[in-house]
């Protein structure tokens, strides 16, 4: 079947209980309101049962008892076995495989999204260059022409704000950083544009 990880961002929410019958063995519960995210890092490690590992419990693994579709009112129960050491290690290696292929995944992910965000400011250029071209041929006043490379400037940092805040790949902290290089990459187009 597969191997999945679970992380738990509010340990509290998990309860390990040991079996009263057998040595080893424990149940695992997990509330309905813990924030966990389970990620597939393996289709054909564990080839009988799909198989969970949280990495709070380095020595166990678990099998889920309860149904995926859980409702929200709903606890996800886990039964657990002692694992040994040489499958701990398959299973950390296996981790940071997938964490490195992720990494790799997420920076190409960010590539491409500089690459969508370059040709929105390049649109803004072209924007600006037919303002120029009106003020040159007297179709604008500066002022006129001041106002709009004003509201092109607003509308296009609006588009870019949009585009990065609904990008739910995207992380916080990357969005924040990309947003911030872009407001100051088009206020300097700002300055570069508006005449006096």
Do not use: W
């Not at 678990?62 to 299973?91: A, C, H, P, W, Y």
């Not at 803004?124 to 092109?152: A, C, R, V």
């Not at 990309?178 to 700002?190: D, P, T, V």
């Amino acid at each position: 079947m597969s191997l999945e990880i679970c992380e738990v961002n509010d340990p509290e929410k998990l309860k390990l209980k040991n079996s009263i019958l057998f040595k080893g063995r424990f149940k695992l519960i997990l509330e309905p309101s813990a924030e966990c995210k389970f990620t597939r890092i393996s289709e054909d490690i564990y080839s009988k049962q799909q198989k969970v590992y949280f990495p709070l419990f380095e020595n166990m693994i678990f099998t889920k008892t309860s149904s995926d579709d859980r409702l929200q009112s709903q606890r996800l129960v886990f039964k657990g076995n002692l694992i040994q050491d040489d499958e701990i290690e398959m299973i950390k290696s296996l981790i940071k495989e997938n964490i490195e292929k992720e990494n790799a995944r997420y920076k190409e992910y960010k590539k491409e999204l500089e690459k969508e965000i370059s040709e929105i400011v390049n649109s803004l250029g072209s924007e600006i260059s037919n303002q120029k071209d009106f003020l040159d041929k007297e179709f604008l006043t500066k002022h006129q022409y001041n106002e709009h490379i004003k509201t092109l400037l607003s509308a296009y940092l609006d588009i870019i704000r949009l585009k990065l805040d609904k990008d739910v790949n995207l992380k916080s902290e990357d969005r924040n950083l990309i947003i911030k290089f872009y407001e100051n990459m088009i206020e300097g187009i700002g300055k570069n544009n508006i005449t006096n």
